[in-house]
């Protein structure tokens, strides 16, 4: 079963501005409360990289290369994590993925969403 959906990828010239999110729609608040959220990202012929993640207590961790650009914010009520990106640049052209870790080490992904900057 689906635990993680991602929407909001794209085609957006340099410069742009894209919100990504991931919701958990199966799981209810209590599940979803205490987990930590993170977004990666698998560019064209590379490998999967993080980008950001934001913990159970909202403590975020970004990329180096997203610092200053990106961020990463959750609303645990409607079991949602966002990805706000602006100042877009073509090198971040990538396979967005949604990833959840559970207290107990399960790990889920989504499907993953394409983001598409073109210069």
């Known amino acids: 079963q689906v635990q993680l959906v991602e929407s909001g990828g794209g085609l957006v010239q340099a410069g742009g501005s894209l919100r990504l999110s991931c919701k958990a729609p199966?799981?209810?608040?209590?599940?979803?409360?205490?987990?930590?959220m993170g977004w990666y990202r698998q560019p064209p012929g590379k490998e999967r990289e993080l980008v950001a993640t934001i913990t159970s207590g909202r403590t975020t961790n970004y990329a180096d290369s997203v610092k200053g650009r990106f961020t990463v914010s959750r609303d645990n009520s409607r079991k949602m994590v966002y990805l706000q990106m602006v100042s877009l640049k073509p090198e971040d052209t990538a396979v967005y993925y949604c990833?959840?870790?559970?207290?107990?080490?399960?790990?889920?992904w989504g499907q993953g969403t394409q983001v598409t900057v073109s210069s």
């Open positions: 990833n959840q870790v559970h207290p107990n080490g399960q790990t889920y």
């Open positions: 199966r799981q209810i608040t209590s599940t979803f409360n205490p987990t930590d």
